[in-house]
């Protein structure tokens, strides 16, 4: 599959026709994901039993979760997924940094960490380097131990104007991917969003897509606007989907 080192500039519709040419590349770009309060341990242990089983790009869960995860998923090679500073993203960066330093020490690879967006509303120069800075404390400390790290910039609460200058922050500060929404707020992913952070990422960093992806279609609209990266808590019904099977489990109604 097309990489994003292949390219000097990021084509989504190559990308796109690539991961949906078979269900193995495309459960290699989907972030399979349980993040619910009321996920219970044989919920996560069903997760990455999943992840494990259709190669997912890895399991997503809750900081509580990551030894968990990361002890059922030893020796598959599917890494671990956690979130930061979720999901309101409000968290003292100082948290934040002890967060991660643990969740590291657990075993956790990707870092999807949430951007202070009260902070980036507020709209002063000395804001958005404060920001800038919440964002790198948690960069350094990922790349430190070889992990990476997804900015969750929660589309939905931002203005056009605060959409662009939240991904170029976040670049900036260091960021693997720029990613929509935690799904947990007034909207999730829209292809337009989608577009518009392919626009400041190029092939610089991937782009993530979550919140609301509940379908085939949903996928392959993301992919089409320019996501690399999806994140679905119905992944195994959209692999289901491309098969051509018909699923019988209901679709998720969260993340």
């Not at 409000?90 to 590291?104: F, I, N, Q």
């Not at 120069?125 to 430190?144: K, P, Y």
């Amino acid at each position: 599959m097309t990489t994003l080192s292949d390219l000097t500039t990021y084509d989504a519709t190559t990308f796109a026709l690539q991961a949906l040419s078979s269900p193995g590349k495309l459960a290699a770009t989907l972030d399979h994901t349980l993040l619910k309060p009321e996920a219970t341990r044989a919920q996560v242990l069903q997760l990455c039993a999943e992840a494990a089983e259709h190669r997912f790009a890895c399991a997503m869960v809750n900081p509580f979760w990551v030894a968990t995860a990361a002890a059922a998923l030893a020796g598959t090679g599917i890494p671990v997924g956690v979130v930061i500073g979720f999901p309101l993203g409000a968290s003292l960066s100082a948290s934040k940094r002890d967060e991660t330093v643990r969740v590291l020490k657990y075993g956790a690879h990707d870092v999807d960490m949430v951007l202070n967006v009260g902070l980036l509303k507020s709209g002063t120069a000395e804001d958005f380097e404060h920001v800038q800075q919440d964002i790198r404390g948690v960069v350094e400390l990922a790349h430190g131990s070889g992990a990476i790290v997804k900015v969750i910039l929660e589309t939905c609460l931002l203005s056009f104007e605060e959409k662009h200058r939240a991904a170029e922050l976040a670049l900036a500060a260091g960021a693997d991917f720029l990613k929509t929404s935690t799904g947990f707020s007034t909207g999730g992913a829209t292809a337009d969003d989608i577009t518009l952070l392919r626009s400041h990422a190029g092939s610089r960093a991937g782009v993530k897509a979550s919140g609301g992806i509940r379908s085939l279609a949903d996928a392959t609209a993301m992919l089409e606007a320019g996501a690399n990266r999806i994140g679905a808590s119905a992944s195994v019904r959209i692999l289901a989907e491309l098969r051509g099977q018909v699923s019988n489990q209901p679709i998720p109604a969260g993340y």
